[in-house]
Structures are given as structure tokens and as C-alpha cells.
């Protein structure tokens, strides 16, 4: 699968401010990444989107280097958006203002069967469903101040992909959502491997995902394994990059066994393979 980027686009000032922006045109649903090189009278803080935030963040490799990174929901609709970069020169605040096009990335359809119980919940079900949903945002809202990746980010699963992030999905007929990952093929047992490093921040069986783990990376990003039919590792625990956290399965709302992997930043629901060839081309470029 390719990815497109736009040329490196970079704003500078008189007080030696600049600010890389690697994509400065971004589908719904991707992530875009944006480099700041550190001044001494420069403190940057965080980069505003409407009444959203994102975070500056230390660079893992780079000593001279901060981050941020710019979760596009599948949602948005394409325009020019506005960006401004809030700091501190010399003590004093500012704002900075760049532009961001959102694109569509004109995803594809399809049609699913699956358990008339999964999409016709039971009162008991869907306050489930809404625990769940809560827990889980409240761990993909949490930033991490550290950072524990210090290598390229892989895939969780060496097999061919049965179906692609951001397909709008129609169940039954009736209901109507769109996929939130990406699935890997694989029958149930296969071991699962840990995208990088990080810490287990959730593993349980969940009414839709079924058998999930959570992996934390720091400064709000978060990959996630869902159908799996066993866990390898508990909550708390930190794993290592290609570690086997468990087996797969098809648990939940599922029409066979697969992997679905997913990935979160900011809290935000975006394509996990373009998450992490972002993260290795531009965050990680230079290590294995």
C-alpha cells in the first residue's frame, strides 16, 4: 500500500522559528506530522485546531527536535483548515497560523452479515456497550508524557489484509458505521505480535471487539488488537516490540476469524498502517 505525501512545506520568521509541516494535504482519517526545531527563546506548547488541541511533544531521537501529531478524523469534511501554533518567545505568548487541506479520501463500501444480537442490542447489552465505550476513551484521551517507542513501529501480523481502514460498512443491511481498522487474515490461535513497545492499558473481553488488548506508546498513541481468543500478557504489563501478546480469534462482533488492528492518537480513530508509516518516514527515520 503506497501513501502520498506533499512536498515538505516550512514556515519561518525573523526569530529564526520553523516549523516542518510533512503533510500539508491529509485525508479524513490520516495523520499528519509536524517538526519543530528548538530555539533558546523558544517555548512551543501546543498546535489548535477549532476547539481541539494537540500536544508538542520532545522528540525520542532528537535532543533538537519537538513533535507534534495531527489526528484527521474520518468525519471531516474536505476544506482548508486553520492551524495555529501557540508559544512563547521570550516569555511572552503567541500564535502562529499555517494551513492544513483536508482531503477525501474516498474510501470504498461494503456489506457484512453478522448476529442479528449484535446489532439489535438488549437494554442490558447496550449499557455494556456504553461502559465499554467510556472506559476505552477515557485510556485513548490520556496522553502519556513519556514516550517508549525507540524503534519503527511493524505490523502485528504477516498475513494478506481482508479488508482496509475507513471501508463504510452496512450490517444487515441496516445498520450503518464504517471499519476502524484494519484486518489481517488469520484463524483462530495465530500468535499476535506488539506493534512496538509500550504498556498494556487494557485486556478484556468486550461485547463488540471481543477479546481486546490496548497498547500504549506514549503521548496519545495507542494500537489496538481486537477477535483475539487468548491474552499473552495483562494489564499494567510493558511488552516489547514483536512480542507475543496472543493468539487470534473471532470473539465479538465478527462474520469469521481475523485480526482487526487499530490505532488512536489524540483519541482520535485513524488509519493505522498510515499511522505508522508516518511514524517510521518522519519520528523514527534512521533506526530499525
Excluded: W
Excluded at 471487539?209 to 500504549?216: F, R
Excluded at 482520535?268 to 530499525?288: E, F, T
Amino acid at each position: 500500500m503506497k501513501y502520498i505525501f506533499t512536498l515538505l512545506f516550512m514556515i519561518s520568521t525573523l526569530s529564526s522559528f520553523a516549523v516542518d509541516i510533512h503533510e500539508t494535504s491529509i485525508g479524513n482519517g490520516k495523520t499528519a506530522f509536524v517538526e519543530f526545531t528548538k530555539e533558546k527563546n523558544l517555548k512551543y506548547e501546543k498546535i489548535l485546531i477549532g476547539k481541539k488541541t494537540y500536544k508538542v511533544f520532545g522528540h525520542p531521537l532528537d535532543d533538537e527536535k519537538m513533535y507534534a501529531l495531527i489526528p484527521i478524523s474520518y468525519y471531516e469534511k474536505p476544506r482548508e483548515q486553520k492551524m495555529s501554533l501557540l508559544y512563547e518567545e521570550n516569555g511572552l505568548a503567541k500564535e502562529k497560523s499555517f494551513s492544513l487541506l483536508i482531503k477525501d479520501s474516498k474510501y470504498k463500501k461494503e456489506r457484512l452479515k453478522v448476529s442479528s444480537s449484535k446489532v439489535n442490542l438488549s437494554k442490558e447489552d447496550t449499557k455494556r456497550v456504553q461502559k465499554e465505550y467510556h472506559e476505552a476513551m477515557k485510556i485513548y484521551n490520556t496522553s502519556n508524557k513519556d514516550i517508549y517507542v525507540s524503534s519503527k513501529f511493524i505490523a502485528p501480523l504477516e498475513s494478506k489484509i481482508t479488508s482496509e481502514f475507513g471501508k463504510a460498512r452496512v450490517y444487515n443491511d441496516t445498520l450503518k458505521g464504517y471499519h476502524s481498522g484494519t484486518d489481517f487474515r488469520a484463524k483462530t490461535g495465530e500468535p499476535i505480535k506488539a506493534s512496538n513497545e509500550g504498556i498494556v492499558v487494557l485486556a478484556k473481553e468486550r461485547f463488540y471487539s471481543g477479546g481486546s488488548i490496548i497498547l500504549d506508546h506514549g503521548h496519545g498513541i495507542y494500537t489496538c488488537y481486537f477477535h483475539m481468543s487468548k491474552f499473552d500478557v495483562k494489564e499494567g504489563q510493558k511488552v516489547k516490540k514483536a512480542q507475543i501478546i496472543g493468539l487470534s480469534g473471532e470473539s465479538g462482533r465478527v462474520t469469521g476469524p481475523h485480526l482487526h488492528f487499530s490505532a488512536r492518537v489524540a483519541g482520535v480513530q485513524v488509519d493505522p498502517l498510515q499511522l505508522i508509516s508516518v511514524m517510521n518516514k518522519n519520528l523514527l527515520k534512521g533506526v530499525q
